[in-house]
């Protein structure tokens, strides 16, 4: 086990080494560090001693990968990759564009934000899911199953944006049972998250129920289905003794692709809630032009998404005997 994390984890490097470069080039030579300038400082009358002098404020100055200039080791340290790019590998993600605001500690503090509302979105997700998914594939053939799969098909057509827009007008202004937006720490942000973690619930249901009624519909016309029920268990011990325990390897899957939401937010989400975590802050530098945040949040979204991949391949293992991590 602990040589293949190893060894997944050296898979990754070069993965996160290409991402790196990838970003590096969309934002640093594709979008020069002029364009930044102008971009922030407007696109009319701006003159190059003000672009000269952006540039020069915020380290865009040095010449992106060597310094001619330099003498030794500075030819590769005193460029533009190494200063911006090089330190995000240990999470240096530096100071912001537009106010110079330390990066690291802005992601620190607005991480539980976002981890307050999307991981009990994910858990109560999950449960609600699964559940009405195996409420029809037990009731399969009937009125039952049919009506729920009309239902998921209702949910999946409405836009997320009329759940988070009716219930907030719902539940804030007319029902007036929880604030419409905003944010508070402690016990006190209970109120302002209980109607985002609703309405993430609701509207994921269509999609994530049909989702799994598939993955069990699959499972329940295999043969040691039809063996368990030959020895005499009910549908009900069948399908929670052998059918979930067999899916369990696409259910992993399917949570790892959502897995960097927990830390990176839900960009909609917080931004109608005014919930001040990561996706706010992403949507707030992608409006401000702030390409130093939104640098810093593609390569932590690649890291976390690499992190889920291998909890998944390890978490493989404890609910199939089958598969073997050698």
Known sequence: MIHYIIRRLLYALPLLIGVNILTFVLFFVVNSPDDMARMQLGQKHVTQQAVDNWKKQRGY??????????????TVTQTVFYQKSVGLFWFDFG?????????????KQRMWPSLAVALPSLVLGLIVNITVALMMVLFRNSYLEFSGVVL???????SSLFYIIGGQFLFGKLLRLVPISG??????????????????????????ARWYRTLFLEEVEKDYVRTARAKGLS???TLFRHVVKNAMIPILTGVVVVLPLLFMGSLIMESFFSIPGLGSYTIDAISSQDFAIVRSMVFLGSVLYIFGLLLTDISYTLVDPRVRLS
């Open 95 to 107: 100071i912001s564009d537009s106010d110079k605001r330390n990066i690291g500690a802005d992601i």
């Open 61 to 74: 100055d040095l010449p992106l990968l060597w310094n001619e200039a330099g003498q030794g080791l500075e």
């Open 235 to 237: 549908e009900t011990q």
């Open 183 to 208: 944010y508070d720490g402690g016990f006190n942000a209970i109120k302002f998250v209980v109607l985002p973690v609703l309405i993430g619930v609701v509207s994921g249901i269509g999609s994530g």
């Open 152 to 158: 998921c098909v209702i949910l999946m057509s409405i």
